[in-house]
């Protein structure tokens, strides 16, 4: 397991961050000023009606309290929305593609792919903030567990299809090995049997202690027969 995990770190450590991502500015800008619509009018609502109409019950430290909590829940929001769209990250390097999807505070989905894997790559733009701003959806079709993978609303997405086919391709050239042709795996066939022919061939070379008792044979039947 030791030597498992050593390996899968100097794998990634090998690895080189080719692209840093996350979802254009604009579309924070737009959550913010939503959440600015729905938290600063309440509030502010809150205090006209207790500068214009005098009811008993409604005490100014009552009007403050509400005030103040309602303020630090809109802050608690913003931090939340920024949060969400701060740690929505797309990652390429020169191995992979990981999406980091961010769904709340406590929940995270990470998804990957080898860049071998990546199919086809396709990009959206829709609307007329995106198209002008241009920013839109990335959408990568992979041949692994995850079929697609999505970077959603990033700038320049005409930009990121080119170089995610580039890294692709590249990956391709450099970790696919060459696949040998028939004509090569005949020759190497041939060159076989033609060394094997050889080593068959050679006399079999004769150590010389089998060469002196060779040698002393004849004597001894001599004296035999003597």
């Known amino acids: 397991t030791l030597s498992s995990s050593s390996a899968a770190s100097d794998v990634y450590k090998r690895q080189e961050v080719v692209l840093f991502l996350r979802k254009h500015w604009v579309t924070y800008a737009g959550i913010l000023a939503i959440k600015i619509m729905l938290f600063v ?44 769209w701060y740690l929505d990250i797309f990652v390429v390097t020169t191995q992979r593609i990981i999406d980091i999807d961010q769904n709340g505070l406590f929940h995270r989905t990470v998804g990957e792919c080898l ?14 903030l995106p198209t002008l701003f241009n920013y839109g959806d990335v959408v990568v079709h992979t041949s692994g567990a995850h079929p697609h993978i999505v970077f959603e609303q990033v700038a320049n997405p005409q930009k990121i299809q080119r170089l995610l086919l580039t890294q692709r ?24 049997e033609r060394k094997k022919i050889a080593l068959q061939s ?15 044979r004849p004597s001894e039947q001599a004296d035999i027969s003597s």
């Open 41 to 84: 009018v309440p509030l502010f609502t809150w205090l006209f009606i207790y500068w214009q109409f005098d009811f008993p019950w409604l005490t100014s430290d009552l009007v403050w309290l509400v005030a103040l909590v309602w303020f630090l829940l809109g802050v608690l929001f913003f931090i939340y929305a920024w949060l969400d």
């Open 115 to 128: 860049l071998d894997n990546v199919q086809d790559v396709l990009y959206e733009v829709k609307g007329l």
């Open 169 to 192: 391709d590249h990956y391709k050239d450099v970790n696919t090995e060459k696949i040998a042709s028939p004509e090569d795996l005949l020759s190497i066939m041939l060159d076989h």
């Open 202 to 216: 050679q006399p079999t070379p004769v150590l010389p202690s089998e060469a002196a008792s060779t040698k002393g």
